[in-house]
């Protein structure tokens, strides 16, 4: 069974850091591509970050270039988003997601975590 789960989400003050944990089962990080993606009340949803191991490729979004970094462990099957500098306006529930590369990550309904909540306080 194909699951993705976030954790590491919470409360900090501007200028803090996080470090979101994608956790997977059912495949293997180092064949799928996996995507970060936030959506605050009100908003559509984005694109934050994406890794592929297959053309060890990082992407990111203009928003957060400089502040978060994405990497994997794939001994723990695990994605890692490290936020630094967190600004109010990163509040949104995080998710990972899945796909043969960072353009289809997230595609298909059954490769998304249910979302972990960060909010950074003013």
């Known amino acids: 069974e194909v699951q993705l789960v976030e954790s590491g989400g919470g409360l900090v003050q501007a200028g803090g850091s996080l470090r979101l944990s994608c956790g997977v089962s059912?495949?293997?990080?180092?064949?799928?591509?996996i995507g970060w993606f936030r959506q605050a009340p009100g908003k559509e949803r984005e694109g934050v970050s994406c890794i592929s191991s297959s053309d060890d490729s990082r992407h990111y979004a203009d928003s957060v270039k400089g502040r978060f970094t994405i990497s994997s462990d794939n001994a723990k099957n695990t994605v890692y988003l490290q936020m630094n500098t967190l600004k109010p306006e990163d509040t949104a529930v995080y998710y990972c997601a899945a796909g043969p590369n960072c353009l289809r990550a997230g595609q298909e309904s059954g490769y998304w975590g249910r979302g972990t909540q960060v909010t950074v306080s003013s």
């Open positions: 059912g495949f293997t990080v180092d064949d799928y591509a």
